[in-house]
């Protein structure tokens, strides 16, 4: 990312308030006083996740790893089944802007 791109950040669906997403695919916690803090990204086959924790409908704090394409594509394009995958244009796992990410159905993810 150079210097000259500007970054978006929304809050991620469902965890509004807790988690930001970028349409750079960074990620950020937002702590109780407002202040925000990068997450260090994870390295899963070859593509970027993140270990996030929340509180669940029961009030027990809940651990998910979330890719960060999926969070990026259902936060700045439009939420999507599971069923369907999220592919990389330049098929670069790493690369999660959103302009880069499309939908794929999973059969047509199968001829690739």
Do not use: C
Not at 34 to 52: M, Q
Not at 72 to 99: K, Q
Request: net charge positive; charged share 30%.
């Amino acid at each position: 990312m150079s210097g000259s791109e500007s970054e978006t950040w929304r809050p991620v669906r469902g965890l509004f308030g807790i988690y930001e997403v970028s349409d750079h695919g960074r990620m950020r916690q937002v702590l109780h006083d407002g202040e925000r803090t990068l997450l260090t990204p994870l390295s899963v086959k070859g593509k970027v996740a993140y270990d996030l924790s929340y509180a669940g409908r029961d009030g027990r704090a809940k651990n998910r790893r979330h890719y960060a394409h999926r969070l990026v594509y259902e936060t700045f394009v439009a939420e999507v089944p599971r069923s369907i995958w999220i592919r990389h244009r330049n098929r670069v796992g790493t690369d999660n802007r959103v302009e880069n990410l499309e939908v794929l159905s999973a059969s047509d993810h199968q001829l690739e």
